[in-house]
């Protein structure tokens, strides 16, 4: 089956204390991305990936880190988490070469920083 | 950057009745106009697309109007029923700008039996 698999769905953490959240794919997507989901924010984007070893800023990046050394995994990177970066986070994934560039989400990550 | 704005942020409607959510969008050059439907806790889900060629697009209860020179699109739903009851979400997307997503705020959408 076609997805895109984050892990964990849900995390509690204490400020300060590096986490990462996973996210892999097996489309053979080329493009990867990360957002953060906020109430009255809409979906926001973190950082992106357009293919491996390339990633770039997307619209709020401070205090996250990325990496795509593999073409399916996009692992998100938090080296000292903030009770500010709580929040609902998806990674995304899409083809360019698709006759549709929509994206696949994955399911979601909650975090809690306390 | 791109811009996407989404009216209304909350939409009520009875059973049966027609829903409709507009969008407008800032980059002439986005040429691919996702809208996703986002139910409680999950992830939000493509419903229906519309590319930058194309004026109109129709599925089954669900529709996507655009209008390229004005720059805003249009999802409507016919025949609502409970299930529709989500948040809906409008999208951009500029190949120009590396396939960058651009997001509306979002609609939630209420139907009343």
């Known amino acids: 089956e076609a997805q895109v698999t984050q892990n964990p769905r849900y995390l509690i953490t204490v400020t300060g204390k590096k986490l990462t959240v996973t996210c892999s794919q097996n489309m053979n997507h080329e493009y990867m991305s990360w957002y953060r989901q906020d109430p009255g924010l809409g979906l926001r984007q973190i950082y992106y990936s357009m293919n491996v070893e390339v990633t770039d800023k997307g619209d709020v990046p401070e205090g996250y880190k990325v990496s795509r050394k593999e073409k399916r995994n996009f692992p998100l990177i938090l080296e000292s988490p903030s009770p500010n970066q709580t929040s609902l986070y998806f990674c995304?994934?899409?083809?360019?070469?698709?006759?549709?560039?929509?994206?696949?989400f994955g399911s979601g990550t909650r975090l809690t920083v306390v | 950057g791109e811009n996407v704005e989404q009216h209304p942020s909350t939409l009520s409607v009875q059973e049966g009745d027609s829903a409709v959510i507009k969008c407008t969008y800032s980059?002439?050059?986005?040429?691919?106009f996702p809208w996703y439907k986002q139910e409680l806790g999950k992830r939000p889900q493509l419903i229906i697309d519309?590319?930058?060629?194309?004026g109109e697009k129709k599925d089954q209860r669900i529709a996507v109007t655009l209008n390229k020179t004005a720059k805003h699109f249009s999802l409507h739903i016919t025949e609502t029923q409970p299930e529709d009851s989500a948040v809906y979400f409008c999208a951009a997307l500029s190949w120009a700008a590396g396939n960058k997503l651009t997001f509306g705020g979002g609609t939630r959408v209420l139907v009343k039996p």
């Open positions: 995304a994934s899409s083809s360019f070469r698709e006759s549709n560039y929509g994206y696949t």
């Open positions: 980059d002439s050059a986005s040429n691919y």
């Open positions: 519309i590319r930058s060629n194309v």
